[in-house]
Each structure stands twice: as structure tokens, then as C-alpha cells.
């Protein structure tokens, strides 16, 4: 069915270590997978996104790789810092249906 | 500021009664999509429009109902509102076209619902 799973569900690392987080996705013809942070009582903004014809996007401190044969992807953030405190989630399109399934969410604490 | 806006920014009204939040979307996106995200729940996906014909439709009840208008702004109509009605809803909009999604989609401030 239509489902993005997410995992760990919270998460909590020591300062500048790397913080890892994966979902899988069930729909193979997904081809779209963004990462969104977000902070306590605000919107939800795209932080990278990675396209199916690709398996690797890194920005700066943030990382994100696809397997499309395992349907997974992920979110790497290196040297943590203490903004990266926030609820991450995954999304991915259901493109028969037209619509955006995200995962449940993972709430990142950084510790000083 | 995405350019995405949502009215109002707050609403707290009684369990029975009927409401309105209104989304503009981001100038030349024609995409809308409506989000419910409950106190420390994930993006629930409610519904989508696409230049004003409903695209996509998620676990949205029938109590609720949404539309799109030509100028493309959107409204989600919450009525017989429950107090587990209660949260924030988001609406977003992306620059997809007919066939498929093709970018990120961008937030508005969501508008906090609260019932009483």
C-alpha cells in the first residue's frame, strides 16, 4: 500500500557526531524523495531532496542516498550542531495517485 | 518566508460548529496540497488540487471538504468540528505539472485549529 516508513522515531547524538536517519518506501515508481526539518511550531522546510537517477546528494553537512533496489533512503548529518535540534520527516510520491506520503517523523536532539 | 500564506493564523472555536482556513499558494504554482499534523504527530496528507480539479485525496473525512478557485488560492472547510479536530493544518503548494510531482513543495505558516 501507500507507506513510508521512517526510522529511528527519536534520536539523540552528542555534538558533532553524525546523526543517521532511513525510510523505506513501498511504491516503485516513486522517483522524487525530499527531507524536510522542522523546528518547534513552525512550517516544515525542504532541507535536500534526491531524484530517482541519482544515489548520492550531499549539501554541505547534510548527505542523503537512495537505494532504489531496497526502496530506502537516507538522511546523513555530519558534525551536528545544536540547530539541528528538530523533527526531521521523508516524503515520497505516490505518482498513480498523485500524492505525497511522508514518513512519521524523527525528532533529532543534539546533545551539548 | 516560502510565499506560501495561510488565514488565520489562529482559530479556537466550539465542538459543532464550522469553519474556513484559506491558503494562497506561491505566485505561478498551480498545485495545492492540505496537511493536518496533530501535537507531535507526523503530515497527515488531506487533500489536492491542481488548477482548481481535486488531484489526489488522502484519509480527509467527510466532514471536511476543500476546494480551489480560479485565482487559485484554496479553502478547507471543517464542519461538525470534534476536539480531536484540534491541530495545525498546513497547506502547501509546489510547481508540479499534470503528469507528476516535480519539486519540493513549499509550507505555509499553517493555521492552529483549536476546539473547545
Known amino acids: 500500500g501507500e507507506n513510508v516508513e521512517q526510522h529511528p522515531s527519536t534520536l539523540s547524538v552528542q555534538e558533532g557526531d553524525s546523526a543517521v536517519i532511513k525510510c523505506t518506501y513501498s511504491?516503485?515508481?516513486?522517483?522524487?524523495f525530499p527531507w524536510y526539518k522542522q523546528e518547534l511550531g513552525k512550517r516544515p522546510q525542504l532541507i535536500i531532496d534526491i531524484r530517482s537517477n541519482v544515489g548520492e546528494k550531499k549539501d554541505q553537512r547534510i548527505a542523503v542516498t537512495l537505494n532504489k533496489t531496497a526502496k530506502h533512503f537516507s538522511l546523513h548529518i555530519t558534525e551536528t550542531q545544536p540547530e539541528d535540534s528538530a523533527v526531521y520527516f521523508c516524503a515520497a510520491p505516490y505518482s498513480s495517485a498523485s500524492k505525497i506520503i511522508f514518513g512519521s517523523g524523527t525528532r533529532l536532539s543534539i546533545r551539548p | 518566508d516560502s510565499g506560501v500564506t495561510q488565514t488565520p493564523k489562529h482559530l479556537i472555536t466550539a465542538t459543532g460548529q464550522r469553519v474556513t482556513l484559506r491558503c494562497s499558494p506561491r505566485s505561478g504554482d498551480l498545485s495545492v496540497y492540505w496537511y493536518q499534523q496533530s501535537l507531535d504527530q507526523g503530515l497527515q496528507f488531506l487533500i489536492q488540487?491542481?488548477?482548481?480539479?481535486?488531484?489526489a485525496k488522502g484519509n480527509i473525512l467527510e466532514r471536511f471538504s476543500a476546494q480551489q478557485f480560479p485565482d487559485l488560492h484554496s479553502e478547507l472547510n471543517l464542519s461538525s468540528l470534534e476536539l480531536g479536530d484540534s491541530a495545525l493544518y498546513f497547506c502547501?503548494?509546489?510547481?508540479?505539472?499534470?503528469?507528476?510531482?516535480?519539486?519540493?513543495?513549499?509550507f505555509g505558516p499553517g493555521t492552529r485549529l483549536t476546539v473547545t
Open positions: 502547501a503548494s509546489s510547481p508540479r505539472d499534470r503528469e507528476g510531482v516535480k519539486g519540493e513543495q513549499y
Open positions: 488540487y491542481y488548477n482548481g480539479e481535486e488531484r
Open positions: 511504491d516503485s515508481a516513486s522517483n522524487y
